[in-house]
């Protein structure tokens, strides 16, 4: 068994050393959360203690202590702590690739100092951006600056990374006061699925005016959805050309999965629309739509003016 310590260190704008103990248990329940996301992405497990406070403001450090294959866990998990506490909610490429910089720099110094490897079968660069993107972690680190945004007393916050071997010299972050709404979501709106492919066999079409659902099987996964159609034309084109749904009838369609966070901090999907209908397809006739042609048209002439303006030293 091996272990390493994380600090979190709350700094204070007077020389107290106390702090409100409701907004500490806060900030501690969101820090677990997110330390509980990390333990499931690198597929370990191992164990977390807190240790005896330390005077100065208030310091706390975490052991992490692992068993077993496991292992390289310890020699990585607070650095990568460390990263995704001081990583920004955003979705800027520079600085996700700076983000990306300082995880590999951080790694680095894990592996030098405890003699481990991170797992070679972990694309590092994949397992950033999925860990820093991710919608539970960036729901708990919200709410993590959302507590300390809301206690006026906290200056600042730093974390660090102890090594076992106290001569090492630890990895120290700062973040100001000033900075913690930039880790904050004002929304728990998730960015949507988008299924450009999407399969639908309709059960029940609606041709009233109004918002009103319609109700498919999505193929994907064989579950049934209510969803909206979107796609005007697509209702226009069923009453002028006389479309008739039989049992078996089904779209080819963009469609989208609109996502918010739960109060558990868990993706959910809440609302199904259907943008574009590209195919409509029953026993007796197979029709491409005209506007899922020049959709299509439109989204094949971005894609190559894109590959033209991105230069060929972009990452």
């Known amino acids: ?36 996301e990390i333990n499931i992405a690198l597929g ?8 005896a406070l330390v005077k100065g403001g208030i310091r706390e450090f975490f052991s992490f202590k692992s068993f077993g ?28 690739s700076l983000q990306k910089e300082q995880m590999r720099l951080n790694i680095s110094q894990m592996e030098n100092e405890q003699e481990v490897d991170f797992p070679a079968e972990i694309d590092i660069d994949v397992f950033i951006v999925d860990l820093n993107m991710n919608p539970i972690i960036i729901h708990h680190k919200s709410n993590f600056y959302k507590q300390l945004n809301s206690y006026s007393k906290i200056k600042k916050i730093a974390t660090n990374y102890h090594p076992t071997n106290n001569q090492k010299t630890p990895i120290e972050l700062e973040i100001e006061r000033a900075d913690f709404p930039k880790f904050i979501i004002n929304s728990n709106e998730l960015e949507p699925i988008i299924d450009e492919e999407a399969k639908i066999e309709i059960i029940s079409p609606v041709l009233k005016q109004g918002k009103y659902k319609w109700r498919g099987i999505y193929l994907k ?52 629309s259907v943008d574009v209908v590209f195919e409509f397809v029953n026993e007796t006739e197979k029709i491409e739509t005209e506007q899922g042609k020049k959709y299509k048209w439109k989204k094949e002439g971005e894609e190559i003016q894109l590959n033209l303006d991105i230069p060929k030293d972009v990452e």
């Open 1 to 36: 068994m091996s272990f390493s310590n994380f600090e979190l260190h709350y700094i204070f704008n007077d020389e107290s050393h106390s702090m409100n103990a409701f907004v500490k248990n806060k900030c501690e329940t969101e820090l677990l959360s997110i330390i509980k």
């Open 44 to 51: 370990c497990s191992y164990e977390v203690e807190v240790n």
């Open 69 to 96: 294959k496991n292992k390289f866990a310890q020699g990585v998990i607070a650095g990568i702590l460390i990263n995704t506490l001081s990583s920004y909610i955003t979705t800027d490429r520079e600085l996700i």
């Open 221 to 272: 996964d064989l579950s049934v959805i209510d969803f909206y159609m979107k796609d005007k034309q697509f209702k226009t084109d069923i009453i002028k050309n006389g479309l008739s749904f039989k049992n078996g009838s089904c779209i080819t369609c963009k469609l989208e999965a609109a996502r918010k966070i739960d109060e558990l901090g868990n993706p959910k999907i809440y609302k199904y």
